[in-house]
């Protein structure tokens, strides 16, 4: 199945001329998973024509404003766009009482189910085909870093050597993709002779707001993509020690001790208009990272 990542809001804070507020959509085929949701990201989403009435589960990663003033609106648009399906928010401590004192004075939703739970460090997700794991992060108030994981496929299937080896085509070569052999008769088929090994899922992760830290390391681990706060360059890493964000020379340190394969620098300070330098320094340490643009789209493939 396919998986993408857009960029719906890149920036941090405050919303710039150039960058929205924090919010990343991850597409898995038909299915949506959003992390964050900045002021303005419902309109984002529509330009990214996410869909409305698709399974959905939005990620919260804390309560700091320019994370999650985009929620309402968003629950509320979709409720007026007609969404039926049922909703699931994940974020700390708090979320829910945001979401109900708001639904309690506005009353901004009422046609699909809504679900909201507070998580912790740990599985947050659990779906026959992925998991979201959740990490804290360092921020000045409690923050969750989340990681999304494809669960390994069954290796690939040789039709051509299961028919060599005269297994007969139906009920066997379906057990053949789960079971360790089959027997044909009085012979013993292992199955590796015929299905390739597991092949690896797709993993991203996403760590806003956060100083670099092992947690967050250690939750990226191997990532196909990693999405990390890079709010500074160098020359305000003071800001970024003060605020409890990162550099990008920072992030791409985290990049490298994760050893993942590409790292987005995410949540850029509206003091940037050109944020260029941050990219370039954080490519003197990590050759594969990209600077995180609004509405920009990448597909994440899991051959490695
Ligand atoms: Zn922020
Ligand atoms: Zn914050």
Redesign the pocket.
Known sequence: MSVSVTFLGTG??VPSKFRAL?SVLIRRGPELLLFDCGEGTQRQFLQAKAGINRKMRIFISHM?G??LFGLPGMLHSLAFMGRTRELQIYGPRGIADFVSSVNRVVKFYSQYPLKVKEVRAGSVVNDPEYEVLAAHATHGIPCLAYAFEEKPRPGKFNPAMAKKLEIPEGPLWKKLQTARYVRVGNRRIPSRLVVGAPRAGVKITYA??TRPCSRVAKLAQNSDLLIHDSSFDTSASQKAVDYG?STSTEASQIAVRSKVRKLALF?ISAMYEDANPLLVQARRIFRNTILSKDMMTVHVSRDR
Do not use: A, E, I, L
């Open positions: 941090g804070s924090p700091h320019d994370h806003v707001d964000h949540h």
